[in-house]
């Protein structure tokens, strides 16, 4: 039998339940949308429902691949709800936010893996919400270029898509996608649109070994990508890849300070960061 492994206390966090985190989920429920806050398992859920935001999670709910670090469900995605870019447009100004981020399951089972409707997403919220930022984080679409382009057209204030991990591990945590791939995801969106902010997440803790997060770190500078975050994988069921190991909160600093070095604009380096995590501040230090 497999040892459980108990959380260190620095990745531990208050069960949510606050005013705000009530408010941010009642208005969810309501407007009928999804989130990868809830979704994915996010541990700082509590943190960000409670400051009034949000990470929205479009198409669907359930994920058509099976990535083994991934809380979310996978299975057979229901139709495309055309009305939801509608629905978030409304929620982002119901919230008042000032940076709305938006994801997606991937779905490759749409003919455009659901480029549509990031596009239509974003053109909603700019029509409600003209003063906010706007932030997708993208699936790799399985390299069909157009599709990105449909989506850089409708003008994200930042493109994020997520390398994960090192290409080492790519075949044992995200066995239907590809290194160089993912790469090229943020090479042409930063040749496309060179004023847009282009941004990519990496998990520690799956095994890596240190030069190859900072090969990784490297090869995201190479394709033009402005921002990273480096956050502790956490197991979300004994169904999900082990935790090799915990890392200690100096060593993600040492990572932040290697990722400044290499000319990142900015970095999120902590055990508990996640892609959207501050996001809005983000957004202000690099545009």
Same mark, same amino acid.
């Given at each position: 039998?497999?040892?459980?492994?108990r959380?260190p206390?620095?990745?531990?966090v /208050?069960a949510p339940?606050?005013?705000?985190?009530? /408010?941010? /989920?009642?208005?969810?429920?309501r407007?009928?949308?999804h989130?990868?806050c809830?979704?994915?398992?996010?541990?700082?859920?509590?943190?960000?429902?409670?400051?009034?935001?949000a #990470?929205?999670?479009?198409?669907g709910?359930v994920?058509t691949r099976?990535?083994r670090?991934?809380?979310?469900?996978?299975?057979r995605?229901r139709p495309?709800?055309?009305?939801?870019?509608?629905?978030?447009?409304e929620?982002?100004r119901?919230?008042?936010l000032?940076?709305?981020?938006v994801? &997606?399951? #991937?779905?490759?089972?749409?003919?455009d893996?659901?480029?549509?409707?990031?596009?239509?997403t974003?053109t909603?919220v700019?029509?409600?919400?003209p003063?906010?930022?706007?932030?997708?984080?993208?699936?790799?679409?399985?390299?069909?270029? =157009?599709?990105?382009? #449909?989506?850089?057209?409708?003008?994200?204030?930042i493109?994020n898509h997520?390398?994960?991990?090192?290409?080492?591990?790519?075949? =044992?945590?995200r066995?239907?996608a590809v290194y160089?791939? =993912?790469?090229?995801?943020?090479? /042409?969106a930063k040749? +496309? &649109?060179?004023?847009?902010? #282009?941004? &990519?997440?990496?998990?520690?803790?799956?095994?890596?070994?240190?030069?190859e997060?900072?090969a990784?770190?490297?090869?995201?500078? &190479?394709?033009?990508?402005?921002i990273?975050?480096l956050?502790?994988y956490?197991?979300?069921?004994?169904?999900?890849?082990a935790?090799?190991?915990?890392y200690?909160?100096?060593?993600?600093?040492?990572?932040?300070h +290697?990722?400044?070095?290499?000319g990142?604009?900015h970095?999120?380096?902590?055990?508990?960061?996640?892609?959207?995590y501050?996001? +809005?501040?983000?957004?202000?230090?690099?545009?």
């Amino acid at each position: 039998m497999e040892e459980v492994r108990r959380l260190p206390h620095w990745l531990k966090v /208050r069960a949510p339940g606050g005013p705000g985190y009530l /408010r941010v /989920r009642g208005l969810l429920r309501r407007a009928g949308l999804h989130t990868v806050c809830e979704e994915a398992a996010c541990p700082n859920i509590g943190e960000c429902f409670e400051a009034g935001t949000a #990470t929205f999670l479009i198409v669907g709910d359930v994920c058509t691949r099976a990535c083994r670090f991934c809380a979310i469900a996978g299975g057979r995605p229901r139709p495309v709800d055309r009305e939801e870019p509608l629905r978030v447009a409304e929620t982002v100004r119901l919230l008042g936010l000032r940076h709305a981020v938006v994801t &997606s399951v #991937t779905r490759d089972d749409l003919p455009d893996g659901g480029a549509g409707q990031f596009a239509e997403t974003i053109t909603a919220v700019r029509r409600l919400s003209p003063a906010t930022g706007i932030e997708v984080l993208i699936p790799d679409l399985q390299g069909k270029w =157009s599709d990105l382009d #449909t989506i850089m057209a409708a003008g994200p204030d930042i493109l994020n898509h997520n390398l994960e991990t090192v290409p080492r591990l790519y075949r =044992s945590v995200r066995p239907q996608a590809v290194y160089r791939r =993912s790469l090229e995801v943020l090479r /042409r969106a930063k040749a +496309a &649109s060179p004023e847009t902010t #282009t941004k &990519s997440g990496l998990m520690v803790g799956l095994g890596e070994e240190p030069d190859e997060l900072r090969a990784a770190m490297a090869d995201l500078r &190479s394709v033009g990508c402005d921002i990273v975050t480096l956050g502790q994988y956490l197991r979300p069921s004994a169904k999900h890849l082990a935790v090799a190991r915990f890392y200690l909160p100096a060593e993600f600093e040492e990572l932040a300070h +290697a990722a400044r070095a290499i000319g990142f604009r900015h970095v999120e380096a902590a055990p508990l960061v996640r892609s959207s995590y501050r996001a +809005a501040q983000q957004l202000g230090e690099t545009i």
